[in-house]
């Protein structure tokens, strides 16, 4: 087919601003999916997403469609997750497309999330269609909107198109948009076969399945194909396009997007990113890529039966390929055994692959409390990277903690002002300004240790604003900070799934709340236990576990005071002396609890 006839693009937008709702009106009007077949979020094939109602990964879907002046077309739509912690998804997306649309609710107008979508398409040189969506809403308010987008997004109001996902109003404009503003493929003239990996997934009968982008050449069953990024050769087995389902196609030419299977069978050999090129005729430059993603929050993970760790070892390699944020490494812990050094790009993120664990692979794990990367500065100028508190070196060779921080932008309801500046503050962060957006909204523009934001603080801020306010973050540059390591001891022993790294001021707080959680869960024992957190070797905190108690006093009845106290004395020596050398043993669901509660 001729490359000029094609379009590629996606809809990037704040979370729940419409995108899917948006992509199921697009492939009705197209007919690219009959009435019979249609469902509510088409796209969303995942339980989780439809679940949540978001949007996790993102799903290419290739449209015919008859334009206006007379030619069909092929658009190949990409629908992308609006939440900052899939905001890879969106990069990935977007570098396989010529252009974007951007939704904006109409309601609610410009939002964090959208801001950020925006420049990474400015970012990539792509050609972005802004779309006022949800207009049939009673509270829309388009004048507010088309003034945000001039004054916040610097795009000019006249080329926004006026849409209704739900109702379908604006479909038609939005379609003819895409065809006449949206560049054709480029980079086609290139002389050698190159393809970009921008996702892919492992089949169990097919191997590895990998989500393509041609840009120049063409691939067809039967050719050698090679990644450039490691050099290694495979024989493809299958091309074809997402119509919306995987449909085998004689070949893939350039601009197309579609889906190549091959001899590929170990999930980590292939990267997303990667080029693919024709071993007869390699290319000589790669396509540019996008960021390498690093992960900003680590977490152990671990099976809650110990015979099931090769099977969360296999879960893990699975994902890993269909996730290119998600990265782990073999682990062990003396209280949870065998297990896995995760990292993730945030705390959704990290939720979303442990249910996909236990749903998708059926296997119960327990995790621990999440912590991010520390940088420690030895005496002597050595820095080492720690993501793991029991990894931190002796507190006498360290000069200095550093910890990331990051750079948030806060769109709030004016109303909210004082308390979300208070949030801030108890969270260890500054406020660097605040911009005013309209006569109802403000952007709060704040630093914060990456740390403070990791259990609570999003669900804190929806609470405060009664659901308005929005947040969208990057990674800022490291700063120094007073960190200690506080590690919890019962009976004296550390146990080490409880260690963490916290500011010297909220250790003694966190250290109460962890004993008295600990206290209550661990069954009572023959003798008094100790939970304690310390620092170093200064108590902090403490909580008692209850202990049994035998009435030996029940056969006595009567007589002699003097009698029962003997008996209540020999049993207290025998309680004295057992302690001398009893061990406790914290039953694994006592770590369930404590952990799936943090």
């Known amino acids: 087919m001729d490359s000029k006839l094609i379009r590629n693009f996606c809809i990037i937008a704040h979370v729940d601003h419409g995108k899917t709702t948006l992509s199921d009106r697009l492939l009705e009007y197209t007919h690219t999916i009959s009435q019979r077949v249609m469902t509510a979020q088409f796209l969303d094939s995942m339980d989780l997403e439809r679940e949540r109602g978001i949007t996790i990964k993102s799903h290419p879907v290739t449209m015919q ?30 570098a396989a ?54 004054d916040i997004l610097t795009i000019p109001a006249e080329e926004a198109i006026l849409a209704s996902g739900k109702s379908g109003i604006g479909i038609e404009e939005i379609l003819e948009a895409v065809v006449s ?24 009968y097919r191997g590895v399945i990998a989500y393509v982008r041609v840009f120049s050449g063409s691939l067809k069953a039967g050719d050698i194909m090679m990644l450039m990024n490691t050099g290694q050769k495979s024989e493809i087995k299958e091309v074809g396009a997402f119509i919306p389902k995987m449909e085998k196609r004689d070949s893939l030419g350039a601009g197309d997007v579609g889906y190549v299977v091959s001899n590929i069978k170990d999930p980590s050999e292939i990267k997303t990113g990667d080029t693919i090129t024709l071993a007869a005729h390699p290319a ?35 994902l890993r390929l269909n996730d290119a944020a998600f990265v782990y490494q073999q682990e062990s812990s003396v209280a949870l055994g065998f297990g896995f050094r995760c990292g993730f790009l945030g705390l959704l993120h990290m939720e979303i692959i442990q249910e996909r664990i236990r749903r998708e692979h059926d296997v119960d794990i327990i995790s621990t409390y999440p912590s991010v990367v520390y940088r420690v500065t030895r005496h002597g100028g050595q820095v080492v990277e720690v993501d793991n508190p029991v990894n931190l070196p002796d507190p006498g ?30 969270k260890r962060g500054v406020v660097d300004h605040t911009t005013t ?46 960190l200690v390591k506080m590690e919890i001891l019962v009976n004296s022993d550390p146990v080490d799934a409880f260690a963490t790294i916290v500011h010297r001021d909220k250790a003694e707080g966190r250290g109460r709340e962890l004993c008295e959680k600990l206290a209550e869960i661990i069954p009572p024992q023959m003798f008094r236990i100790a939970v304690q957190a310390a620092i170093g070797g200064k108590i902090i905190a403490r909580g008692n576990v209850r202990e049994m108690r035998k009435d030996v006093t029940a056969k006595c009845y009567g007589g002699d005071i003097s009698r029962k106290r003997k008996l209540l004395d020999k049993q207290k020596e025998g309680k004295k002396k057992m302690k001398q050398f009893g061990k406790v043993s914290i039953p694994s669901d006592a770590f369930i609890k404590v952990l799936k509660n943090n």
């Open 181 to 204: 503003r949206v560049p054709p493929p480029r980079w086609t003239e290139y002389p050698q076969t190159r393809t970009l990996v921008f996702d892919s997934l492992y089949d169990s």
């Open 284 to 318: 000589t430059e790669m396509l540019p890529g996008y960021k390498a993603v690093r992960p900003m929050v680590f977490c152990g993970l671990y099976p809650v039966e110990t015979s099931e760790y090769e099977k969360l070892k296999a879960a893990l390699g699975r």
């Open 437 to 482: 957006l309209d006569a109802t909204r403000v952007m709060i523009t704040s630093i914060l240790p990456l740390n403070e934001i990791l259990v609570d603080f999003n669900d804190r801020l929806k609470s405060i604003t009664h659901g308005y306010g929005s947040m969208d973050y990057e990674l800022g540059e490291y700063r120094p900070a007073d």
């Open 65 to 94: 469609y008859p334009a206006k002046d007379g030619k069909i077309y092929t658009l190949n739509l990409m629908d992308t997750p609006g939440h900052v912690d899939f905001s890879y998804e969106v990069s990935r997306s977007l």
């Open 397 to 426: 060779t360290i000069e200095m903690i550093s910890e990331p921080t990051i750079v948030a932008s806060l769109h709030i309801p004016n109303g909210a002002m004082g308390d979300i500046m208070a949030l801030v503050m108890e």
């Open 97 to 150: 497309c010529e252009g974007a649309v951007l939704l904006v609710d109409a309601a609610q107008g410009v939002e964090a999330q959208t801001v950020a979508n925006a420049h990474l398409a400015f970012n990539q040189k792509l050609k972005v269609i802004p779309v006022i969506n949800k207009i049939d809403l009673p509270s829309a308010n388009l004048d507010l909107c088309l003034k945000q987008l001039e």
